[in-house]
């Protein structure tokens, strides 16, 4: 397993040698002078000049990537010019803000599709069948901003029930002390549940956002999977032997069931974990996200490769648990690795 | 030999343990709703066995998934009773009907690997059926598995137990299936095309340990199977059914000494068995006006295929990834490969064909595809018409000329036909690529081709999920010879055909070859299909060759032991 793991990782090796040339370069052929925007309105070219060489952009493009190269050695990820904190320091604080919202709202979507997807393979037909498409469909076909506003208008502005979609927590408590960065977990473990209970109600609209969005492929691939399962010889033999239903759906078409399911989940995460750039905006939420938008606008290349590069390993690291996860779920995967 | 005593059936007086009624089942498909099973009527008693024989489509397993209960959910059963030993079967609730099964009424499939939960260890397959029906507490439950596993004669079974069912061959994942259907010492088996898809000598393996393990518990058995020699050897009674209706009901001796219904009567002509020709499968009429087979046979002058000391070797599975290989230098160690054809030399004559057999696993798949030029050989040659073509390489082997004049008919008619081509398309593919044959004239050809192969002009512009069986094997056929190929590699080409239809595509194919002046060589595992096409017959083990010939020398006088391991093992119809 160890040497699979090894091999596996030695793999990634060019993947990420290709992410950090190919960040490195976007960043340089995106239209937009940094200098010139630096030096502002009023520059005169000897300043703009002058601003371009302490970036460092008068260089040869070969010198300047291994400069690049070589401060991301040294965790380096350069300062933002927009802010003048560095990067490295901005992702980190932002980062889990993303990945909680990110993997809570995939968490409350699995809790609801995949069962919805096994009942509706089970019961094909029935109503739980229809409200599954239904359900699915009207989530996946409504814009993530659209559903965000939705729930912003009914839950907040017109019931009252939400807080006010104004960041991570409300106005009166304070941050916990930073273990991991999610607040949720930063906030129990220091006892502190005034602030657990405000983070969490902060959560619930955009979690809902996200998991709204993200129902439709995880249910609709369980359901296709499981019925593909359900329809193959060993269920038939399993029936045929008298094991009982629940064994039968769980233990032998459910596990069979998975490997398309991980897949999907694998894919819906990455792409939530990008996407949720809109949910970020619409909830004032600090994440990688709407960081790497407002920096992308303003041509700030350092935090636009910080985020690339981040995003990059958290895919690279994402596909790894898969790998493993396949490994766990099918003995003939573990044999191949 | 194998049977046993038949016992006394006096419907009279014991009680029957299956007594199945004037049943009738329904589909609802989209064209309405299908009978597939009309007002059957079968009567088991205890210790029996009985086959149900049967083509495609008759039935005949629809009956024992009704039995079970277990149709898909579009089927139900319409019409009749089910009673089993006393307890009305259609009139029990689902939780009572689950105890049954596995308990007292248990199957056994076709296709034993899929048959099994491909990510489930099969010790706790097993333990699964045994906790169901509390035949075992959890302590004791794996002892009971691994009892199971040496009863059905599986080599170290407590080592076997942590198998998954991808690690354990075709024939052993069968007895897994039957150890999975019996621990629960059922009073009735169900085995529904159990050998199907299984070498000869497994399927006499696996057979012998069924008979004998029902055999000591007293129990039941019902055979479901497309293969009447298989039914003979091993049933008490048989019935014979056709579109879902019974046609004839007889004891196993007396149904195949004479058989009353013209339909078993043309199941049993179709059947191939020792001692007839080609024409004698088919119908009288049929048979008639195929008139009498071609005496053209081989020409003495130069092979037209010569292949010597031909090799291909594999590495090993689980053997070093090409990845890490990358890394260590050094030479391949020893036993990383597994020679799957180790040195074979034979030739093919103009106008000969020759059968190629043995079971699987012994190259002859492999052997194939290299004379096909899909794979390439690690050494050896292979010369076709004097020039070695095992010299260039597969990848390129498909522009070239001689391309033409080697075809293919691939074994599953179905799978090797694009979908979303017609089956005039998919017979006009190879005269696309490989001749320069005018858009106008094409449709001509195409149409020449169809007749030839006995295809309905009619059906030229259907697709295949619109064709049956046989006439997409009349497809796959015309497309091979549609270039008018010296050598045919024809693989398995009736493997998936029900036997009447078997028997037409092996006339065809005969009628073929003497008006074309082909050579066929004809990969099979069924010794008594090559026995009637071939004129002389090579016997693969182990990727090599055990002994080759004449047909009629091989099979009558065989002088490897294989061989005759191999002809012993066919199930032969008491005749």
């Known amino acids: ?337 | 030999m194998l049977k046993a005593p038949t016992p006394e059936v006096d419907t009279g007086e014991a009680l029957p343990l299956l007594d199945v009624r004037d049943l009738t089942v329904e589909f609802q498909t989209r064209r309405g709703t299908v009978q597939a099973v009309k007002h059957v009527n079968i009567s088991l008693a205890k210790g029996e066995t009985l086959g149900i024989v049967g083509e495609s489509g008759s039935g005949k397993s629809v009956t024992s998934y009704a039995v079970m209960r277990i149709l898909d959910r579009a089927g139900r059963i319409a019409d009749g009773s089910v009673r089993f030993s006393n307890l009305d079967l259609r009139q029990i609730d689902e939780s009572e009907m689950r105890d049954l099964r596995g308990r007292e009424m248990s199957m056994i499939f076709q296709s034993p690997r899929l048959a099994l939960n491909p990510i489930r260890k099969i010790g706790h397959q097993i333990e699964d059926v045994l906790l169901q029906h509390a035949q075992a507490d959890a302590a004791a439950a794996a002892d009971k598995a691994v009892e199971m596993l040496e009863q059905v004669r599986i080599a170290r079974p407590r080592e076997r137990y942590h198998a998954y069912p991808f690690e354990l061959s075709g024939g052993m994942c069968q007895r897994v299936v039957i150890a999975l259907a019996l621990a629960c010492r059922p009073q009735l088996l169900i085995a529904d095309e159990p050998t199907t898809g299984l070498d000869v000598t497994t399927q006499k393996a696996v057979m012998d340990l069924v008979v004998e393990l029902t055999r000591e518990r007293g129990m039941s058995t019902i055979l479901i199977t497309h293969d009447l020699g298989l039914a003979a050897a091993y049933c008490d009674k048989v019935i014979v059914m056709e579109k879902g209706n019974v046609v004839e009901t007889a004891k196993a001796e007396t149904i195949f000494r004479n058989p009353m219904h013209p339909y078993t009567r043309k199941l049993m002509r179709a059947t191939p068995r020792p001692g007839i020709t080609l024409r004698e499968l088919l119908p009288d009429e049929d048979a008639l006006r195929a008139g009498a087979i071609g005496a053209a046979t081989a020409k003495a002058d130069a092979p037209l295929l010569k292949v010597e000391k031909l090799v291909k070797e594999y590495p090993r599975q689980g053997a070093a990834s090409s990845l890490s290989r990358l890394f260590k230098s050094g030479p391949t160690p020893e036993g990383e490969v597994f020679r799957a054809v180790d040195g074979i030399s034979f030739e093919i004559a103009r106008g000969e064909s020759v059968g190629l057999v043995g079971e699987s696993g012994c190259g002859k798949s492999t052997t194939s595809m290299m004379l096909m030029r899909l794979i390439d050989k690690t050494s050896g040659t292979i010369s076709f018409d004097g020039e070695d073509i095992g010299a260039i390489p597969a990848k390129d082997f498909a522009t070239l000329p001689q391309r033409r004049r080697i075809q293919m008919v691939f074994q599953d008619p179905t799978d090797s036909l694009n979908p979303r081509f017609t089956a005039a398309r998919a017979i006009a593919d190879p005269l696309l690529r490989l001749s320069d044959i005018s858009r106008h004239s094409l449709r001509g050809r195409v149409e020449e081709l169809a007749t030839q192969v006995g295809l309905p002009l009619d059906l030229l512009d259907r697709f295949p999920h619109q064709l049956s069986g046989g006439q997409k094997a009349r497809v796959g056929i015309a497309r091979a010879i549609a270039l008018k190929p010296d050598l045919v590699v024809l693989d398995e080409p009736t493997a998936a055909l029900d036997v009447s239809v078997q028997a037409v595509v092996l006339n065809l194919l005969q009628d073929l070859k003497d008006k074309l002046g082909m050579s066929y060589l004809f990969v099979s595992h069924d010794l008594n299909v090559v026995r009637l096409l071939c004129d002389r017959v090579i016997v693969m083990k182990s990727g090599q060759i055990v002994e080759q010939g004449l047909t009629a020398r091989v099979m009558d006088a065989p002088q490897a032991e294989y061989t005759r391991d191999l002809l012993a093992a066919i199930p032969h119809p008491p005749i």
């Open chain 1, 1 to 337: 397993m160890l040497a699979t793991l090894g091999k596996r990782l030695l793999t990634v090796i060019p993947t990420l040698i290709g992410v950090i040339i190919v960040t490195f370069l976007l960043t340089r052929v995106l239209p937009g002078d940094p200098a010139v925007y630096f030096a502002g309105p009023a520059a005169t070219p000897d300043s703009i000049a002058e601003i371009r060489k302490g970036l460092g952009l008068d260089k040869p493009l070969p010198e300047q990537f291994v400069r690049y190269v070589g401060d991301l050695a040294h965790g380096n990820f350069g300062n933002s010019l927009s802010t003048g904190r560095p990067v490295a320091t901005e992702i980190a604080s932002r980062l889990p803000a993303s990945a909680e919202l990110t993997l809570l709202g995939l968490f409350v979507s699995l809790v609801i599709a995949v069962p919805l997807g096994i009942l509706a393979a089970v019961k094909q037909g029935s109503w739980i069948d229809h409200t599954c498409r239904v359900v699915a469909t009207a989530g996946v076909s409504l814009p993530v901003f659209f559903t965000g506003l939705l729930l912003v208008y009914a839950f907040y502005y017109q019931l009252g029930w939400a807080p006010a979609p104004l960041g991570r927590l409300d106005a009166f408590a304070s941050a916990p002390p930073q273990i991991n960065g999610f607040y949720l977990i930063d906030s129990l473990v220091t006892g502190n549940f005034e602030v657990f209970r405000s983070a969490l109600s902060q959560l619930i609209l955009p979690v809902a956002t996200l998991a709204i969005f993200s129902l439709a492929p995880i249910a609709r691939m369980t359901r296709a999977s499981m019925l593909a399962v359900l329809a193959s010889e060993f269920v038939r033999t399993a029936r045929a032997s008298g094991l009982d239903t629940r064994t039968v759906i769980i233990t032998y078409a459910f596990r069979n069931a998975m490997l398309p399911v991980v897949t999907t989940l694998g894919m819906v995460f990455s792409f939530l974990l990008g996407a949720n750039v809109l949910v970020e905006k619409v909830f004032a939420w600090p994440g990688i996200g709407s960081y790497a938008v407002e920096a992308l606008l303003q041509s700030d290349f350092a935090p636009v490769q910080g985020f690339v590069l981040t995003m990059a390993v958290l895919y690279v690291v994402l596909n790894l648990v898969i790998d493993i996860l396949y490994g766990v779920i099918d003995p003939r995967v573990r044999l191949e690795g």
